[in-house]
């Protein structure tokens, strides 16, 4: 077997095992409790449930998994093969929640995956500097902190529909995509001068978006179905990160001529395809925070009651 067939099999068995893992801390954060409760309330619950920490361990063998594959293939192929984690979820959340995927959900489900694969495929990113100094961090702070909290306002504003779990999971996916980019500065602190990484901005900036990052993914995860908030979270990360890597780590994209045009409708076929997926769950769902029960379930329910 070549390296290129392997990594590509890695890299499948990683996109599946994140899949498990979001599912499991998904259902976790729908079913801890049912009162209304804050972030940081949640994600303390959260900590005491079992469940949870066994999504986690499938988020970590992910990682794992990410890592042995892009040892044995390109990040290109590696990337591109990640996005299949949705379609992995999905039949995952229809076993374990009982509400079957639409032949419509699956239809957008499959134009995300293959328009946002093509884009990270055209566009064979070339990769820059590893580190960005502090003035420039400081100017995606003024320009992504406001944005991050009009989502937060959006989310606490709108909490009882559908749109509340796609705000709170573009947040979360933007935290984490700025995580991925900060990692990059540590490992080459790691790499070069251990004994600086505790003097380092980087280190400290990375912690605050690896932490809220989290809270606020499972805070999307309870505000709705995971149609809604999954698919934010894939899209985000991928394009926040890139956009950052070209913009503060000055990456680039190998692209020429009629590739940009394809880039720029793969680009927005991807936030068409989201938006598709979230509004089609979103019409067959209650969006009650911490209920993800179809619709047509509770007014059966409450017909029998």
């Known amino acids: 077997m070549s390296d290129v067939h392997l990594a590509a099999i890695l ?15 998904q259902r976790s954060a729908q079913e801890v409790t049912d009162q209304q409760v804050g972030h940081l309330t949640l994600f303390g619950m959260l900590l005491r449930d079992k469940r949870w920490w066994l999504g986690g361990l499938g988020d970590i063998g992910s990682y794992v998994l990410l890592a042995a594959a892009l040892d044995k293939g390109s990040v290109l192929l590696v990337m591109s093969l990640q996005v299949t984690a949705l379609l992995f979820a999905l039949p995952i959340y229809a076993r374990m929640t009982g509400n079957p995927i639409t032949r419509r959900e699956w239809t957008w489900a499959l134009v995300l995956a293959v328009a946002l694969a093509a884009l990270i ?19 995606v702070a003024v320009v992504i902190g406001p944005l991050l909290l009009l989502g937060l306002l959006g989310a606490r504003i709108w909490s009882d529909r559908p749109v509340a779990a796609l705000l709170l999971a573009a947040v979360a996916g933007t935290l984490l995509a700025v995580f991925a ?35 606020y993914h499972q805070s999307a995860y309870r505000a709705g179905a995971l149609t809604a908030s999954l698919p934010t979270i894939i899209v985000a990360k991928p394009v926040v990160g890139g956009v950052l890597g070209i913009l503060v780590l000055g990456e680039t994209l190998e692209a020429g001529g009629w590739e940009w045009f394809v880039l720029a409708v793969t680009l927005v076929v991807v936030i068409v395809a989201t938006v598709g997926l979230a509004r ?18 509770r007014q059966e329910a409450a017909s029998q009651a």
């Open 181 to 215: 980019v900060l990692m990059k500065g540590v490992v080459d602190i790691l790499e070069h001068q251990p004994g600086q990484v505790w003097h380092s901005f980087e280190l400290y900036a990375l912690v605050f978006c690896g932490a809220a990052g989290m809270i």
């Open 280 to 297: 089609g769950e979103a019409a067959s769902m209650s969006a009650g925070a911490g209920r993800d029960v179809k619709a047509s379930a």
């Open 11 to 25: 890299a499948l068995c990683a996109a599946l095992a994140s899949a498990i893992g979001n599912v499991v801390r």
């Open 121 to 139: 495929s055209i566009g064979d990113p070339t990769g820059g500097q590893q580190r960005a100094p502090l003035h420039t961090w400081i100017v």
